[in-house]
């Protein structure tokens, strides 16, 4: 017998969230892969918008950012509509790391997958249940903003 709905839901996120954090401790991401991720999403966006995005406050995205400028994974350049402001982009390295971290998650995913029962199928519709609920959220981020 199926669980009720709203229960299904509820293990959902409470199972997808503890998805994620079992393969951030394992691989040890470097800090800063959420505004890269961000950045993949988004694309080109003020620390506002990236700190609005990620739930985190303006100056903790600020540091985060500047971390990652100088390791050369993003670049900052002109606003394309506010000559004031600037937005941050990543950069083929930025970009390099993040599939190299994506491929990481995938490799330890298909790992744990391999031990279990499940179909590529069962995979596939998991997957397209997640994109479908993400998707309903999807256009209340912000992208860009003019901040300086």
Same mark, same amino acid.
């Given at each position: 017998m199926t669980a009720p709905l709203p229960d299904?839901? $509820?293990d959902?996120?409470? =199972? !997808? /969230?503890?998805?994620?954090? *079992?393969?951030?401790?394992e691989l040890e991401h470097p800090a800063g892969v959420r505004a890269l991720s961000l950045l993949d999403e988004l694309?080109? $966006?003020?620390?506002?918008? =990236? !700190? /609005?995005?990620?739930?985190? *406050?303006q100056p903790t995205m600020t540091a985060t950012v500047k971390a990652l400028l100088?390791?050369?994974l993003v670049a900052s350049e002109?606003?394309?509509?506010?000559?004031?402001?600037?937005v941050v982009v990543l950069t083929d390295p930025g970009r390099a790391e993040?599939?190299?971290i994506r491929r990481a998650n995938a490799e330890l995913v298909m790992a744990r997958l391999s031990e279990t029962h499940h179909t590529a199928e069962e995979v596939a519709t998991a997957v397209a249940v997640?994109?479908?609920?993400l998707d309903l959220t999807s256009g209340s981020t912000p992208q860009e903003d003019t901040t300086p």
């Amino acid at each position: 017998m199926t669980a009720p709905l709203p229960d299904l839901a $509820s293990d959902l996120v409470v =199972l !997808a /969230a503890r998805l994620t954090r *079992s393969v951030r401790r394992e691989l040890e991401h470097p800090a800063g892969v959420r505004a890269l991720s961000l950045l993949d999403e988004l694309g080109p $966006s003020g620390v506002t918008a =990236l !700190a /609005a995005a990620d739930r985190c *406050s303006q100056p903790t995205m600020t540091a985060t950012v500047k971390a990652l400028l100088e390791q050369g994974l993003v670049a900052s350049e002109p606003h394309p509509t506010d000559g004031r402001a600037r937005v941050v982009v990543l950069t083929d390295p930025g970009r390099a790391e993040l599939a190299r971290i994506r491929r990481a998650n995938a490799e330890l995913v298909m790992a744990r997958l391999s031990e279990t029962h499940h179909t590529a199928e069962e995979v596939a519709t998991a997957v397209a249940v997640l994109r479908d609920v993400l998707d309903l959220t999807s256009g209340s981020t912000p992208q860009e903003d003019t901040t300086p």
